[in-house]
């Protein structure tokens, strides 16, 4: 499976809210209190919701590992 594929998995899996927490600091490389200014939450918020994604997104990631045949 391409990365980009396993992208669109593990994106599709979060909630909006944690996506778009995940996406200000992974993609704009924004810290959790910045990316919670720019959403309008308070930065404990923001750090829950990108824990959870982090979370979220290694248990997709995680399943999408095929074991190798013997």
Do not use: C, H, K, Y
């Amino acid at each position: 499976m391409g990365r980009r594929n396993e992208l669109r998995q593990v994106l599709s899996a979060l909630t909006s809210d944690e996506r778009d927490v995940l996406l200000l600091v992974a993609w704009d490389g924004l810290s959790p209190a910045e990316s919670a200014a720019v959403l309008g939450i308070t930065a404990e918020a923001a750090r829950a919701r990108l824990s959870r994604a982090r979370r979220r997104a290694q248990a997709v990631l995680d399943s999408l590992v095929v074991e190798p045949r013997s």
